[in-house]
C-alpha cells in the first residue's frame, strides 16, 4: 500500500531527505545505525548500501517513480559537467572535488575566512587554531579559548588560543595540536586521541577500553604507556566498553567529552554523499527593510505552515519477524484465526491462493493527471477517475476510483492493479483501460481517456500515463456512424483520441448500448449520486461508500477559514483528516493567513516596464537545499513602485530587470508579515564579478577564483550582494560572503504543463505543485496565457487606454492618461456640439435648400453630432466598464460592435458631404446662369442616400470581426473589445480606408482648383487692366479656404490611418 500514492516534495523540518527520490525518513533515523539503513538507496548512513559503479541500465525504486543512473563523473565529448561545489564546502580542510589542473576545493585558501557562518560551531576545527569552535553554546570556556585538560592530574583549564597550534603539546590527547594525528594518520580520522609521551594516536573509542578480550581489547591500549592518573581518569561504570562509544554520548562528563570530541565529525575525504549536507545558512544576514528585525509583529508558526507538510514519525518498535511464518503466506501476510487455532494469509492484489502462492493476471497501472492551465482556475474543482479494464464488449472487468483535486494532488502518481474477472483470462477478448472524468461539484461527466494494452499475451501488462485534463468538458459528438449507439447511448470520443465508445443510459448496456439490464442488475446508488454502472456510484463531495449512503465527518462546520473549501482526504486512509483548498490571497492549513503583499518602490532608478522576482527559502537546521521561487509581474506606466502577492515562504527576495539583480528584502528568519514595504536604489543592486575583480583574477578557475569572494564584501562595504555565473552572494554583518547556487539561464516553462502560448515564457509560485502560474508575453502579445495578438488586430481605444484604467477606484485616483483624455475629450466634445449647434442654426434657413449645396452642408451639420456624441459615450462607457460600474456582458457587447461602426460610418459620411459640396461649387463656377437649382436638390438628395448605403456596406464587415475577450490580468480581470482581421479582410479594410479618406481629399482639392482658375479666368475677361497671373493670385487668396480646410481634415484624420497601416504590432 506504501506505493499506492506516491508524492515527490519537499521534507519536513524534522525529516531528512535521501539523496536521490527525494524520500523522506524522520529526522532520528540519519546516521543512527551504520549497519542498516532507512533510506532505499542507503544514503541515511556512513557506508554505502548499492554499488556506485557506473551501469548503462537504470535502476527504478517504488520510492523515487523514475529511473535514475548511479553517480559517476560524466567523461564525453557529448557532456561537459562543471564539477563546483556548494559554498559550504570550500576551504573546510576537506578535499571534495578530484583535482582539475591542480586545482580542488581546498587549494589557494589563503583569502578563505575559515570562521564563517557554515563553519562556526558544527564541532569540526576547520581553523588549526579551532577560533571556530570557540564561544559556542554549552562551551565551558570563554570566548578565544578552548577547554583543555592537563596532562598531570586531567584538570580543564580554559586554553588561550594564542597557545593552540603552537606546535607545543599543551592538554591531553593534544587536543591543542589536532595537526599531529591528522599529518601522522590522515585517513585514520578517528584516531586522533595522542598518547603521552608517544607519537602514537589512537582511536577514541578505545579510550578506557578495559575489557581484556574486547575486540579493541587492553592490548591495543597498554601501547599508550597509561599511568596511574589514566587509571583514575577511566570511570568503571563505563567497563568494558570505551566512554566513546555513541550510547553513552548523553552521560559523558565535560571532561569526557572533551576528548571524545577529538574523532572527526565526518571522514576526512569521503564522498559528501555520505555526510550531513550544508545548506543555506542565513546566521548574521541581518534584516532588510531594516523594521523586519522588530518581531513584535510575527504572526507566523511554522507548525501552521500549508506548503510543508509536517509529519510527525516515530520511529516504530517492530516486533521480530518470524520469517518461517512469514514464509508461510508468501507474499501476503499471515493472521490467525483464534477460534480455530490455524493461519489464513491476506493476498495483495497480484496474488491469490490459500497460502498467496498463484499470481493473478493483471494490468500493472502508474498514473499521473496534469492540467494544462493554470491550477488556480481548478482550485474548487474536485475530479472523480474510474479506472476500468473493459472488454470489447463495454463490460467492465474492474475498476479503481480515484479522487483529485489539482491543487491539493497534482504531483502525486498512483500504482493501480487491475485484474481479470476469469482466471485465466479469455484470450479470444481485446482489453483496454479507459479512464472516465466526473466532476464531484455538479456531478458532471468532463471526458475518458483511452489506453491500448500492447501485448495481450502476457500475463501481467505494465501501463504508465501522464493524463492530461483539458479545461473543457468532451462533447457528445455528431459526427459518429448513424445510430451507432442506438436510442439508449452517446457516441463519445476519446480526449487525444479518434476512438470512441458508446455511454449508455442507467437501465441498458452492450457495446452498442442496445440490452436492456434485468431487474437485478440495476443501479441502487444513493439519492444525490449518480449511477455509472450497476455497483459503481458517484458521490457528492460530502459523501462515500459503494452506495453513497455514508457521511464524510472530517469537514465540519467552518473547517475552513475565508471560504476555503474543505476536502477529505481518502478514507481508505484517514477518516478525520482533511486538506483545504483557500481561494486567492489566502493560505494556510486553514485558509486562516492572508498573503503577504510587498511595496518596492524605485528610487534613483529607473523604473521599468516589468521585473523578475526570485524568492530564495532557506530551510532551517540545514533539512534540505534552498528553494527558489521565479514570477514576473509588470509595472502599471503611471506608478513608481509595484506591488507582489506572494503567498510562500521566503527569506530573500531579488527583483531583476535590464539584466541587473537588486536585493529587495533579505530576512534571517522568516518572519511573516501581511504587508513589508521596501526600496531598491543602486546600493541594493548586485553587481557582477566582472566589476569587482581585476583582469587577472577574472582569468582564474572558478575554483580558485572564488577563494576571493571573502575580500570582496571587505573591500566594498557599501555593496549588499554581488554575483558570478554560478552563485548569487550575499554580504553578511560580518562582512564575510555567503553564496548559494543561482541559476541565471533558468527555463521558465512551468515543468513543461505549455500553459502560456506564442513561446511565453512561464512562472509558478511553487516549484513542485504550483497553485498560481503567470505567462510573460513576448512583444505583440497579451493576455493571460498571451493568447492574445495584436500583429492582425486594428487599435482601438480599448487596447490604448484600457490598462490604464484603474478598476474599483473614483476618478480622482485614476491615471494621467485618463484624466488626460477625459479632460480633451470634454473640450472637444463641448467645442463640437458648439459648432455643430451653430451650423444648424445657420444652414436652417429655407433659402439655404434652394439648391444642393445647402442640403449638403445641413445634411452634414447634422451628421457631425454623432461622432462626438460617439467619442463622447465610447469614453465614458470604457471607464464605467474597465471600472466595473457596468457588468451587464449583453451591453458591453452591443456597445463593442456599434459605437466604432457608428463612429467611423459617421466621420466619413462627413468627408464625403464635404466632398459633395465642393463638387457641387466646382459645377455651379462652371455652368454659370446654366445652373439648374433644381435638378441640383434632387441630386443632392439622391446622392446623399447613395452615399449613407456605400458607406455603410463598406464598413459592414467591422460588426463581424468584433468581439469581447476576458483578459485576467495579474493585477485584474478586464473585458476588452477587439477585432481581428483575416489577412484578406485586413486589406480589404486599408483599401477601403485609404478611400474613404484621400477620395474625398482628392475631390475637395480639385474642385478647388477648378473654383479658383475658372473665377481667375472669367475676372480677367471683365477685368483686363489685370493679367491672368494677379486674378489667379487674387483668386487663390481669396478661395485658399478651400485648400486649407480639406488639408486640415486629412491631417486630423491621419493618426487614425496610421494606426489602422501600422497595427501589425503593439509593444506595451
Avoid at 523578475?612 to 532551517?620: Q, S, V
Avoid at 466632398?915 to 433644381?934: S, W, Y
Wanted: with cysteine.
Amino acid at each position: 500500500m506504501f506505493c499506492a500514492e506516491l508524492e515527490i516534495s519537499d521534507c519536513a523540518e524534522n525529516e531528512y531527505r535521501c539523496h536521490y527520490g527525494g524520500q523522506c525518513i524522520p529526522k532520528e533515523m540519519f546516521h543512527d545505525d551504520e549497519f542498516n539503513s532507512d533510506c532505499l538507496d542507503g544514503t541515511d548512513e556512513p557506508e554505502p548500501f548499492f554499488d556506485s559503479i557506473c551501469v548503462g541500465d537504470p535502476s527504478f525504486h517504488c520510492e523515487e517513480r523514475s529511473c535514475r543512473y548511479s553517480l559517476c563523473e560524466v567523461n564525453s565529448t557529448e557532456k561537459t559537467q562543471i564539477q563546483v561545489p556548494p559554498f559550504s564546502y570550500l576551504c573546510d580542510r576537506f578535499v571534495d572535488i578530484d583535482a582539475i589542473d591542480n586545482e580542488t576545493d581546498e587549494t589557494h585558501c589563503e583569502n578563505w575566512l575559515c570562521d564563517n557562518v557554515y563553519t562556526r560551531c558544527d564541532g569540526v576545527w576547520n581553523c588549526l587554531n579551532g577560533i571556530d569552535e570557540s564561544n559556542c553554546k554549552g562551551s565551558p570556556c570563554p570566548s578565544y579559548t578552548h577547554p583543555c585538560l592537563l596532562p598531570a592530574n586531567n584538570t580543564m583549564i580554559c586554553l588561550p588560543l594564542s597557545k593552540v597550534n603552537d606546535n607545543h603539546i599543551d592538554c591531553r590527547g593534544a587536543t591543542d595540536e589536532r595537526w599531529f594525528c591528522q599529518q601522522l594518520y590522515p585517513s585514520y580520522t578517528t584516531s586522533r586521541y595522542k598518547c603521552w609521551n608517544d607519537s602514537k594516536c589512537i582511536n577514541t573509542r578505545h579510550l578506557c577500553n578495559l575489557e581484556p578480550d574486547h575486540p579493541y581489547g587492553r592490548d591495543q591500549f597498554i601501547d599508550c604507556d597509561l599511568h596511574e592518573d589514566d587509571e583514575q581518569f577511566c570511570p568503571t561504570h563505563y567497563t568494558p566498553y570505551s566512554i566513546c562509544e555513541p550510547e553513552y554520548s548523553d552521560d559523558r562528563t565535560i571532561k569526557e567529552k572533551i576528548l571524545c570530541d577529538l574523532a572527526e565529525k565526518y571522514p576526512r575525504g569521503s564522498d559528501r554523499l555520505y555526510r550531513e549536507d550544508l545548506h543555506l545558512k542565513l546566521t548574521y544576514s541581518g534584516y532588510y527593510p531594516t523594521d523586519l528585525s522588530d518581531k513584535k509583529e510575527i504572526t507566523f508558526d511554522m507548525s501552521q505552515n500549508s506548503s510543508i507538510k509536517l509529519i510527525q514519525f516515530n520511529k516504530p518498535a517492530l516486533p521480530e519477524i518470524d520469517f518461517e511464518t512469514a514464509w508461510f503466506c508468501n507474499r501476503g501476510i499471515p493472521i490467525m484465526v483464534s477460534s480455530q487455532r490455524y493461519s489464513m494469509c491476506l493476498c495483495p492484489p497480484s496474488y491469490y491462493g490459500n497460502r498467496c502462492q498463484y499470481q493473478n493476471q493483471r494490468v500493472s497501472l502508474t498514473l499521473q493527471f496534469h492540467t494544462i492551465h493554470s491550477p488556480f482556475m481548478w482550485r474548487t474543482i474536485v475530479f472523480q477517475f474510474f479506472i476500468m479494464l473493459v472488454d470489447e464488449e463495454n463490460t467492465i472487468q474492474s475498476y479503481e476510483q480515484i479522487t483529485y483535486s489539482p491543487i491539493r494532488d497534482c504531483n502525486i502518481k498512483y500504482n493501480i492493479y487491475l485484474l481479470f474477472k476469469d482466471r485465466p483470462k479469455n484470450q479470444s477478448k481485446t482489453y483496454n483501460v479507459r479512464i472516465d472524468a466526473y466532476i464531484m461539484n455538479n456531478l458532471t461527466y468532463h471526458g475518458s481517456w483511452y489506453l491500448s494494452i500492447p501485448f495481450p499475451f502476457l500475463p501481467v501488462n505494465r501501463l504508465a500515463s501522464i493524463v492530461t485534463i483539458p479545461l473543457r468538458a468532451q462533447q457528445i459528438q455528431n459526427d459518429c456512424d448513424e445510430n451507432i449507439c442506438g436510442k439508449h447511448g452517446r457516441c463519445i470520443y476519446y480526449f487525444s483520441s479518434n476512438n470512441f465508445f458508446c455511454q449508455c443510459d442507467t437501465n441498458w448496456k452492450g457495446r452498442w448500448c442496445h440490452l436492456k439490464r434485468h431487474s437485478d442488475d440495476k443501479c441502487r446508488c444513493s439519492p444525490n449520486s449518480l449511477c455509472i454502472e450497476p455497483g459503481i456510484c458517484l458521490c457528492t463531495l460530502n459523501r462515500f461508500g459503494s452506495r453513497c449512503y455514508l457521511t464524510r465527518s472530517s469537514c465540519k462546520l467552518n473547517s475552513c477559514s475565508n471560504r476555503g473549501l474543505c476536502l477529505s482526504d481518502d478514507q481508505r486512509i484517514s477518516e478525520s483528516n482533511f486538506t483545504c483548498i483557500c481561494n486567492e490571497g489566502y493560505w494556510g492549513k486553514e485558509c486562516e493567513k492572508i498573503s503577504t503583499f510587498v511595496d518596492i518602490f524605485f528610487s534613483n532608478i529607473p523604473i521599468p516596464q516589468a521585473i523578475y522576482a526570485h524568492l530564495i527559502r532557506a530551510y532551517e537546521n540545514n533539512t534540505a537545499a534552498h528553494q527558489r521561487i521565479t514570477t514576473f509581474t509588470k509595472i502599471p506606466l503611471d506608478r513608481n513602485f509595484v506591488t507582489l502577492k506572494i503567498s510562500s515562504l521566503f527569506n530573500i527576495l531579488f527583483i531583476e530587470f535590464d539584466k541587473a539583480y537588486y536585493l529587495a528584502v533579505i530576512q534571517e528568519e522568516i518572519l511573516f508579515r501581511n504587508y513589508i514595504r521596501t526600496e531598491i536604489n543602486p546600493s541594493r543592486q548586485c553587481l557582477s564579478i566582472d566589476k569587482l575583480l581585476n583582469s587577472l583574477e577574472l582569468t582564474l578557475s572558478i575554483l580558485h577564483r572564488v577563494k576571493y569572494y571573502h575580500r570582496i564584501c571587505q573591500n566594498h562595504q557599501q555593496f549588499s550582494c554581488f554575483y558570478d555565473d554560478i552563485y548569487m552572494c550575499l554580504c553578511n554583518l560580518e562582512r564575510q560572503a555567503n553564496c548559494f547556487s543561482f541559476d541565471h539561464n533558468m527555463t521558465y516553462d512551468c515543468a513543461g504543463r505549455f500553459y502560456c502560448e506564442n513561446h511565453a515564457q512561464c512562472y509558478q509560485d511553487h516549484p513542485t505543485c504550483p497553485k498560481q502560474l503567470l505567462c510573460a508575453c513576448p512583444d505583440c502579445f497579451y493576455g493571460a496565457q498571451c493568447q492574445f495578438s495584436t500583429k492582425d488586430s486594428s487599435f482601438s481605444m480599448d487596447i490604448i487606454l484600457a490598462y490604464h484604467i484603474r478598476p474599483h477606484v473614483s476618478f480622482a485616483d485614476q491615471s494621467f492618461p485618463v484624466k488626460v483624455s477625459l479632460a480633451i475629450t470634454s473640450v472637444i466634445v463641448c467645442l463640437g456640439l458648439i459648432n455643430g449647434i451653430c451650423s444648424v442654426m445657420t444652414f436652417a434657413n429655407k433659402r439655404f435648400y434652394q439648391v444642393g449645396c445647402g442640403i449638403y452642408l445641413i445634411a452634414n451639420s447634422t451628421v457631425s453630432f454623432f461622432p462626438i456624441i460617439m467619442i463622447a459615450f465610447k469614453l465614458t462607457s470604457l471607464i464605467l466598464t474597465q471600472t466595473f460600474a457596468i457588468k451587464n456582458r449583453t451591453y458591453i457587447l452591443i456597445s463593442c460592435i456599434l459605437i466604432d461602426f457608428l463612429l467611423d460610418t459617421t466621420l466619413n459620411i462627413g468627408n464625403w458631404l464635404n466632398a459633395c459640396v465642393a463638387i457641387e461649387r466646382a459645377i455651379n463656377i462652371c455652368r454659370g446662369v446654366k445652373f439648374n437649382k433644381n435638378r441640383s436638390k434632387k441630386i443632392a438628395k439622391w446622392t446623399i442616400v447613395i452615399l449613407i448605403l456605400f458607406i455603410i456596406l463598406t464598413a459592414l464587415h467591422k460588426p463581424f470581426y468584433r468581439e469581447l475577450i476576458n483578459d485576467e490580468d495579474q493585477y485584474d480581470r478586464r473585458t476588452l473589445c477587439v477585432v481581428t482581421y483575416s489577412p484578406w479582410i485586413k486589406q480589404y479594410d486599408i483599401t477601403i480606408n485609404i478611400i474613404h479618406l484621400f477620395t474625398p481629399f482628392i475631390i475637395n482639392i480639385i474642385s478647388a482648383f477648378v473654383i479658383i482658375i475658372i473665377a481667375a479666368r472669367k475676372r480677367s475677361s471683365a477685368q483686363t487692366h489685370l493679367t491672368r497671373k494677379q486674378h489667379l493670385k487674387k483668386q487663390l487668396d481669396e478661395h485658399k479656404h478651400l485648400l486649407i480646410s480639406p488639408i486640415i481634415l486629412v491631417l486630423l484624420a491621419l493618426p487614425r490611418l496610421i494606426l489602422v497601416l501600422f497595427s501589425g504590432c503593439m509593444k506595451s
